[in-house]
């Protein structure tokens, strides 16, 4: 039995294959918002060696989940990946439809809140309110892209002089237009400009990467093509990745590949705006 698997186990380092040692870091949880009885949360994500006279650059995560499900845990793999590389990564919670009957308006707020709760206390989570990106998937991709360039939907309540606007974007085939003929259209009806990011580009856009496959149905890539030209044109930085032959969430799904290859691009798109330093360790942390 013991040659046997010694035999197993060279045949699979011989054929590239080895056993995965990601770097495994717990959260810790922050309550950011109260809403009547519903209570969210930010799952924090601190470097090993937190050194707390140093300041961080952050970055945010929203899942998807069609504002209607989905949780915390679905950038659990990134947020620890991105914590290792010395950023404080967070994943938020917000409100959805089949668990608090709420909208996707009351989603963009949230996700609003979020932003502007970790800017307030910058010093708390030790880290620099000038370099915080945010992302996510499919709706959570929304979200991220609302804080970065939707005038409405911030909560009055608020500090609104807190801006809730991301220094960076990274989208994972996001929802970007609501407009007729386009995912959950019917949701918003007459009034989806005010929620629809491509309704929304402006200049001074935070510089964006997204990463989608060729065959999504809910971000066809002429979408995403139209997308990065009204972002050149009005003077912002869009970078788009295409994964060819691949549908939706493609990212979450296995085979393992598609989160190392787009976690690594993330990880160049945040070295090239000075978020991060040093090449990647996805490809160490997580093998095919």
Same mark, same amino acid.
């Given at each position: 039995?013991?040659?046997?698997?010694?035999?197993?186990?060279?045949?699979?380092?011989?054929?590239?294959?080895?056993?995965?040692?990601?770097?495994?870091?717990?959260?810790?949880?922050?309550?950011?918002?109260?809403?009547?009885?519903?209570?969210?949360?930010?799952?924090?994500?601190?470097?090993?060696?937190?050194?707390?006279?140093?300041?961080? &650059? =952050?970055?945010?995560?929203?899942?998807?989940?069609?504002?209607?499900?989905?949780? +915390?845990? *679905?950038? !659990? %793999?990134?947020?620890?990946?991105?914590?290792?590389?010395?950023?404080?990564?967070?994943?938020?919670?917000?409100?959805?439809?089949?668990?608090?009957?709420?909208?996707?308006?009351?989603?963009?707020?949230?996700?609003?809140?979020?932003?502007?709760?970790?800017?307030?206390?910058?010093?708390?989570?030790?880290?620099?309110?000038?370099?915080?990106?945010?992302?996510?998937?499919?709706?959570?991709?929304?979200?991220?892209?609302?804080?970065?360039?939707?005038?409405?939907?911030?909560?009055?309540?608020?500090?609104?002089?807190?801006?809730?606007?991301? &220094? =960076?974007?990274?989208?994972?085939?996001?929802?970007?237009?609501?407009?007729?003929? +386009?995912? *959950?259209? !019917? %949701?918003?009806?007459?009034?989806?400009?005010?929620?629809?990011?491509?309704?929304?580009?402006?200049?001074?856009?935070?510089?964006?990467?997204?990463?989608?496959?060729?065959?999504?149905?809910?971000?066809?890539?002429?979408?995403?093509?139209?997308?990065?030209?009204?972002?050149?044109?009005?003077?912002?930085?869009?970078?788009?990745?295409?994964?060819?032959?691949?549908?939706?969430?493609?990212?979450?799904?296995?085979?393992?590949?598609?989160?190392?290859?787009?976690?690594?691009?993330?990880?160049?798109?945040?070295?090239?705006?000075?978020?991060?330093?040093?090449?990647?360790?996805?490809?160490?942390?997580?093998?095919?």
């Amino acid at each position: 039995m013991n040659v046997l698997k010694t035999m197993i186990f060279s045949f699979l380092l011989i054929s590239g294959f080895s056993h995965a040692a990601p770097e495994i870091i717990n959260a810790n949880a922050v309550i950011y918002k109260t809403v009547e009885d519903i209570t969210l949360k930010l799952h924090v994500y601190n470097p090993k060696k937190f050194d707390e006279q140093k300041i961080h &650059n =952050a970055i945010i995560f929203f899942h998807g989940g069609g504002w209607n499900n989905g949780n +915390h845990k *679905a950038f !659990k %793999r990134q947020s620890m990946y991105f914590a290792s590389r010395g950023m404080v990564a967070i994943s938020a919670e917000y409100r959805l439809k089949n668990t608090h009957g709420t909208s996707p308006y009351d989603a963009v707020e949230d996700a609003k809140s979020a932003l502007r709760y970790i800017r307030k206390h910058a010093n708390k989570f030790k880290i620099n309110p000038n370099t915080i990106t945010a992302g996510g998937g499919s709706a959570g991709g929304h979200l991220a892209a609302s804080c970065g360039l939707l005038k409405m939907w911030d909560n009055p309540t608020e500090e609104l002089s807190i801006s809730s606007k991301p &220094n =960076a974007l990274v989208l994972l085939n996001p929802v970007l237009d609501l407009g007729p003929d +386009h995912y *959950a259209h !019917k %949701r918003f009806g007459n009034d989806y400009k005010s929620l629809s990011p491509i309704h929304n580009i402006s200049k001074n856009a935070p510089p964006t990467i997204i990463l989608v496959g060729t065959e999504d149905r809910i971000l066809p890539v002429p979408t995403v093509k139209k997308y990065q030209s009204k972002m050149e044109s009005s003077g912002n930085r869009c970078d788009v990745v295409l994964y060819e032959g691949q549908g939706h969430a493609f990212f979450a799904k296995p085979p393992v590949k598609y989160f190392i290859e787009t976690t690594d691009e993330i990880d160049r798109f945040l070295v090239s705006l000075g978020y991060l330093e040093g090449e990647s360790t996805i490809k160490k942390q997580y093998k095919i």
